[in-house]
C-alpha cells in the first residue's frame, strides 16, 4: 500500500496510528479471518465433556483427591477465567471439595501476580474462593527433583505438581520460537520447573539447535523435553485454545497433553501463518498488553522476525516495535538477568561468545537471542516509557513513528520496502517460493 494510508498496531492496551514516509511501500502481513466459537464458554464445556485421547475429567477426580490446577501467568493471553469455571464444575461433580484444589500461577522465572492481577486472570470469585499461589522458580523448598528425561534434561518441579493426586493445566497453543508452538505440556513443564530445568533448556545447546524454530515441532528437542517432562510429572488433562489476533478463541480442545497439542498446531497453522514475498527493508511488529508491559517479552518480535523458517528482515534492516513497556526491561529475576546481560557487555559479540563458551542462567538466554537478532538488524522501540533502559538494551528509542522513521531514513534511504505485522507475536511469515 502506498505512502499516506494510515496503519494501526497493538500500543498497550489501545493502539497506535501511524503513516508511511514518501517513498514507503508497505505489505500488511495479517493471516486470513478465521471462524470465530459463536458459543465459547459452551465449547469450552463440551470440550471437557468429550476430552481427546482421556477419559472425562470427571471420571479421572475423586473426592478426597489433591487437585493442582497450572494456569498461565499475566505474560500470556489464555482466558482463564473462562477456562476454570468448567473445569472446577467438573470436579465439584466428582466430589472434590474447594479446600482440596489449588490454581498454581505458571511463572517461570517471571515475577509473581499482583491481588489485581490475579482477579483479572481468573476473574474475582475464584481467585476469592480458592487457593491461588504463584510458583517460585528459585525457591528450593518447593521444589522436588524427577530425576531426567531420556535426553538428559533434569526434571525439577513445583512440590504442588509432583504431590498432586490430579494435575491439570491450561494454556495457549501458539508460535512459541523454542517450542515450535507452545501449549500441551508447556504450562506445567517450563511454567513450573525449577530454575536447573528452565537453564537447561533455555541453554545454547538447545537453542541453538536446527530443530529449535518458530513453528517446528518434528525433531525439535525443547518441543521433546517438554512432551516428556509433561509426562513424567503427571499431567493428566489439558484445556487448550488457540487465539485470533484480537484475543478471541477460534478453537478449543481437552484432553490428554500431546494429543490436544497435535490436535491444536494444526489449527494454529492456518490460524498465524501468512505468506509473504521475500525480506523487508524494515517490519513494524505490534505486541499489545500484556507481552508490552515489559521489553523481556517486547524483544521476542525481531527474533520471531528473523529466526522462523526464513528471516523475513534482510540483514542491516530495521525492527520497529511500538510499545509503552511501562515496567522496563521486565520485574522478574529472567528479565533482570537479561537487562544486566546486556547492559554490561562490551559488545553483542562479547554476549553472544560468552554464552556459546560458558553458558548462562535463566534469563540470559534472551539476551542471547537478542544478541543475535541485532547482528542482523536494529531495533527502535517507540514510545517506551524508560529511554535509557531501551538503550541498556543496545536497541534505539524513539518516542515517535516519526522520529523513528526519520532514524531510518537516515540510514537506509527514502525507499523502503516495509512489512506490518500487526500481531508479531501471533504471526508466522513464510517466504514464498
Same mark, same amino acid.
Given at each position: 500500500?502506498?505512502?499516506?494510508a494510515?496503519y494501526?498496531?497493538?500500543?498497550?492496551?489501545?493502539?497506535?496510528?501511524?503513516t508511511?514516509?514518501?517513498?514507503a511501500?508497505?505489505?500488511?502481513?495479517?493471516?486470513?479471518?478465521?471462524p470465530?466459537?459463536?458459543?465459547?464458554?459452551?465449547?469450552?464445556?463440551?470440550?471437557?465433556?468429550?476430552?481427546?485421547?482421556s477419559?472425562?475429567l470427571?471420571?479421572?477426580?475423586?473426592?478426597?483427591?489433591?487437585?493442582?490446577?497450572a494456569?498461565?501467568?499475566?505474560?500470556?493471553?489464555c482466558?482463564?477465567?473462562?477456562?476454570?469455571?468448567?473445569?472446577?464444575?467438573?470436579?465439584?461433580?466428582?466430589g472434590?471439595?474447594?479446600?482440596?484444589?489449588?490454581?498454581?500461577?505458571?511463572?517461570g522465572?517471571?515475577?509473581?501476580?499482583?491481588?489485581?492481577?490475579?482477579?483479572?486472570?481468573?476473574?474475582?470469585?475464584?481467585?476469592r474462593?480458592?487457593?491461588?499461589?504463584?510458583?517460585?522458580a528459585?525457591?528450593?523448598e518447593?521444589l522436588?527433583?524427577?530425576?531426567?528425561t531420556?535426553?538428559?534434561?533434569?526434571?525439577v518441579?513445583?512440590?504442588?505438581?509432583?504431590?498432586?493426586?490430579?494435575?491439570?493445566?491450561?494454556?495457549?497453543?501458539?508460535?512459541?520460537l523454542?517450542a515450535?508452538?507452545?501449549g500441551?505440556?508447556?504450562?506445567?513443564?517450563?511454567?513450573?520447573?525449577?530454575?536447573?530445568?528452565?537453564?537447561?533448556t533455555h541453554?545454547?545447546?538447545f537453542i541453538?539447535?536446527s530443530?529449535?524454530?518458530?513453528?517446528?515441532?518434528?525433531?525439535?528437542?525443547?518441543?521433546?523435553?517438554?512432551t516428556?517432562?509433561?509426562?513424567?510429572?503427571?499431567?493428566?488433562?489439558?484445556?487448550?485454545v488457540?487465539?485470533?489476533?484480537?484475543k478471541?478463541i477460534?478453537?478449543?480442545?481437552?484432553?490428554?497433553?500431546?494429543?490436544?497439542?497435535?490436535?491444536?498446531?494444526?489449527v494454529?497453522?492456518r490460524?498465524?501463518?501468512v505468506?509473504?514475498?521475500?525480506?523487508?527493508d524494515?517490519?513494524?511488529g $505490534?505486541?499489545?498488553?500484556?507481552?508490552?508491559?515489559?521489553?523481556?517479552?517486547?524483544?521476542? /518480535? #525481531?527474533?520471531? +522476525? %528473523?529466526f522462523? &523458517?526464513?528471516?523475513?528482515v534482510?540483514?542491516?534492516?530495521?525492527?520497529?516495535?511500538p510499545?509503552?513497556?511501562?515496567?522496563?526491561?521486565?520485574?522478574?529475576?529472567?528479565?533482570?538477568r537479561?537487562?544486566?546481560?546486556?547492559?554490561?557487555?562490551?559488545?553483542?559479540?562479547?554476549?553472544i561468545?560468552?554464552?556459546?563458551?560458558?553458558?548462562?542462567?535463566?534469563?540470559g538466554q534472551?539476551?542471547?537471542?537478542?544478541?543475535?537478532?541485532?547482528?542482523?538488524?536494529?531495533?527502535?522501540?517507540?514510545?517506551?516509557?524508560?529511554?535509557?533502559?531501551?538503550?541498556?538494551?543496545r536497541?534505539?528509542?524513539?518516542?515517535?513513528?516519526?522520529?523513528?522513521? $526519520?532514524?531510518?531514513?537516515?540510514?537506509?534511504?527514502?525507499?523502503?520496502?516495509?512489512?506490518i /505485522? #500487526?500481531?508479531? +507475536? %501471533?504471526?508466522? &511469515?513464510?517466504?514464498?517460493?
Amino acid at each position: 500500500m502506498p505512502a499516506g494510508a494510515t496503519y494501526a498496531v497493538p500500543f498497550g492496551r489501545g493502539q497506535m496510528h501511524f503513516t508511511l514516509p514518501a517513498g514507503a511501500r508497505a505489505l500488511v502481513a495479517e493471516p486470513p479471518p478465521v471462524p470465530l466459537l459463536a458459543d465459547p464458554p459452551s465449547a469450552i464445556a463440551e470440550s471437557i465433556a468429550r476430552p481427546v485421547a482421556s477419559a472425562p475429567l470427571r471420571a479421572l477426580a475423586r473426592p478426597g483427591q489433591h487437585v493442582t490446577i497450572a494456569v498461565t501467568d499475566m505474560t500470556r493471553d489464555c482466558p482463564d477465567a473462562l477456562l476454570l469455571p468448567p473445569v472446577l464444575a467438573e470436579l465439584e461433580a466428582a466430589g472434590v471439595a474447594p479446600r482440596d484444589i489449588t490454581i498454581l500461577i505458571a511463572a517461570g522465572m517471571h515475577r509473581p501476580s499482583t491481588a489485581e492481577e490475579r482477579a483479572e486472570m481468573l476473574g474475582e470469585d475464584i481467585a476469592r474462593r480458592y487457593s491461588v499461589i504463584d510458583h517460585d522458580a528459585s525457591r528450593p523448598e518447593g521444589l522436588v527433583s524427577l530425576g531426567h528425561t531420556s535426553a538428559g534434561v533434569p526434571i525439577v518441579t513445583n512440590r504442588l505438581v509432583a504431590e498432586a493426586d490430579l494435575l491439570i493445566a491450561t494454556g495457549l497453543v501458539e508460535p512459541h520460537l523454542y517450542a515450535g508452538f507452545s501449549g500441551g505440556s508447556k504450562t506445567v513443564a517450563i511454567g513450573c520447573a525449577g530454575e536447573e530445568t528452565i537453564t537447561y533448556t533455555h541453554g545454547p545447546r538447545f537453542i541453538e539447535h536446527s530443530g529449535t524454530r518458530l513453528g517446528r515441532i518434528e525433531d525439535n528437542p525443547f518441543q521433546d523435553a517438554v512432551t516428556e517432562i509433561g509426562r513424567k510429572v503427571g499431567l493428566r488433562f489439558v484445556v487448550n485454545v488457540v487465539l485470533d489476533g484480537e484475543k478471541r478463541i477460534v478453537a478449543v480442545r481437552s484432553g490428554e497433553p500431546a494429543a490436544v497439542h497435535a490436535a491444536l498446531v494444526e489449527v494454529a497453522k492456518r490460524v498465524y501463518q501468512v505468506s509473504v514475498p521475500g525480506a523487508f527493508d524494515v517490519a513494524i511488529g $505490534g505486541v499489545g498488553y500484556p507481552k508490552d508491559s515489559n521489553l523481556y517479552q517486547t524483544s521476542r /518480535v #525481531p527474533c520471531n +522476525l %528473523l529466526f522462523g &523458517p526464513e528471516p523475513v528482515v534482510r540483514r542491516g534492516g530495521f525492527v520497529v516495535v511500538p510499545a509503552p513497556c511501562p515496567e522496563g526491561a521486565g520485574l522478574g529475576v529472567s528479565e533482570l538477568r537479561f537487562h544486566e546481560d546486556m547492559k554490561r557487555a562490551s559488545s553483542l559479540e562479547a554476549i553472544i561468545e560468552h554464552a556459546r563458551r560458558d553458558g548462562y542462567l535463566a534469563g540470559g538466554q534472551r539476551a542471547f537471542m537478542v544478541a543475535k537478532a541485532l547482528q542482523q538488524c536494529e531495533m527502535i522501540v517507540v514510545g517506551a516509557q524508560e529511554p535509557q533502559v531501551v538503550r541498556d538494551l543496545r536497541m534505539i528509542p524513539a518516542a515517535t513513528m516519526e522520529e523513528a522513521w $526519520g532514524i531510518i531514513e537516515g540510514r537506509l534511504g527514502k525507499e523502503l520496502s516495509v512489512l506490518i /505485522v #500487526p500481531h508479531a +507475536l %501471533l504471526t508466522l &511469515p513464510v517466504i514464498a517460493r
